[in-house]
């Protein structure tokens, strides 16, 4: 798994006794900015703590352990219920995420996405993503299940597993574009969980 940087800021909604959680929720933050930028940005805005972790091909940012911390990520009933992983790629195709796919070297090809152009999602932040996921799954008791639907099919926090935020929000596409990456990258790590 990537390296994990605890970021001390302290916002979130903390409890005085932990956390029970039915599944994780995977974002897209909503720009091309890099991991440790997006948390810091979520916690400039001073909005209680946006995600749980956020992920880039670096590593994993952790904002807010979720032994305690509520997020503040999809809204209510959702963020009692699931931890907030960000997934920081870009994936709009413009000036700043070209020259951030140059520095870092992503791996991403361009493809065609609700008539626009979008870029995939690159395979190592694919992998910290899952591994991160597991890690999560095994920590809280969440069943390692990825909800493969491409549509707002989750009208009630009552699932358990691995959601996206486009599951439960018929206007966000978070991740939409990045599914077949994703999956796979599940699957690796599925495999590996067999054989541990």
């Not at 597993?161 to 018929?170: K, Q």
């Amino acid at each position: 798994m990537t390296p994990i940087f605890r970021i001390p800021f302290k916002h979130g909604r903390h409890s005085h006794s932990e956390r029970v959680w039915r599944g994780v929720m995977l974002h897209w933050p909503g720009g091309s900015n890099s991991a440790l930028k997006t948390a810091e940005y979520t916690d400039r805005e001073g909005s209680g703590g946006w995600y749980h972790y956020v992920v880039d091909e670096v590593g994993t940012y952790e904002c807010c352990d979720p032994l305690y911390y509520r997020g503040a990520h999809a809204g209510s009933p959702w963020n009692d219920h699931y931890i907030g992983v960000c997934i920081a790629s870009p994936i709009l195709v413009g000036p700043t995420a070209d020259q951030r796919i140059r520095d870092r070297r992503l791996e991403v090809v361009k493809k065609t996405y609700n008539d626009q152009t979008v870029y995939s999602l690159d395979a190592v932040i694919a992998a910290a993503t899952m591994a991160l996921v597991s890690s999560l799954c095994d920590r809280f008791g969440i069943p390692f299940e990825f909800h493969e639907s491409l549509t707002a099919d989750i009208d009630s926090p009552d699932y358990r597993g691995i959601l996206c935020h486009h599951h439960v929000n018929p206007r966000k596409w978070d991740c939409i574009p990045w599914m077949p990456e994703l999956l796979a990258a599940f699957d690796v790590e599925s495999a590996f969980r067999l054989h541990c």
